[in-house]
């Protein structure tokens, strides 16, 4: 691994929510890749209304790691196995990653995780069972509705990269966020 950068930006929520906060069409992408992969309490569906949560604050701090990989990693071809063991490798380190969203939470604003937690080995809501850790777990942007994609090339001017072919791509960036300001 190259460099990991961490890229911030500040916004509006309303005009954050108003330009991409889609969460019909999001969520269904998100509840689709849980019959695919595992479910996951942090994941839709929910028993609230998210537009509760992005009505509730003014601010909203998104907050991107992108690590940037060497020219040695990205040489390399990986059989699918390495590649999947590469790839579990960079989510386990979104925890390490998310305590410097956690360091900025207060009463008055709300840590959103790097995607799908992954706090847990095994996530409770595949066996019917409570959060083991509601007080760690957060929801993500796109569990809430964001279009992450969207937000990334808008914001950041940069796209999410995906792996395929036994390649790495260029970066992988892990994007979350801080909600702020509450009303």
């Known amino acids: 691994m190259s460099e ?61 790691f992108k690590i940037d990989f060497s020219d040695e990693e990205l040489n390399h071809t990986f059989s699918d196995e390495e590649l999947q063991y590469v790839l579990k490798r960079f989510e386990r380190m979104k925890i390490k990653l998310m305590n410097e969203i956690y360091i900025l939470e207060n009463e008055d604003s709300l840590g959103l995780f790097l995607g799908k937690c992954n706090l847990c080995m095994k996530c409770t809501r595949d066996f019917n069972l409570a959060c083991k850790m509601p007080f760690k777990m957060r929801y993500s942007i796109e569990a809430l509705g964001g279009d992450v994609d969207k937000t990334v090339e808008d914001l950041f001017e940069c796209k999410i990269l995906y792996a395929q072919n036994g390649k790495l791509p260029e970066y992988l960036m892990f994007v979350g966020g801080l909600l702020y300001d509450k009303k």
Do not use: G
Not at 32 to 57: G, V
């Open 4 to 64: 990991i950068k961490k890229l911030t930006v500040d916004v509006d929520v309303d005009e954050y929510y108003k330009n991409y906060v889609d969460f019909e069409r999001i969520s269904k992408l998100c509840i689709e890749e849980q019959e695919m992969l595992e479910y996951n309490w942090s994941y839709p569906p929910f028993d609230f209304d998210t537009d509760e949560i992005w009505h509730s604050y003014n601010k909203l701090k998104i907050i991107a």
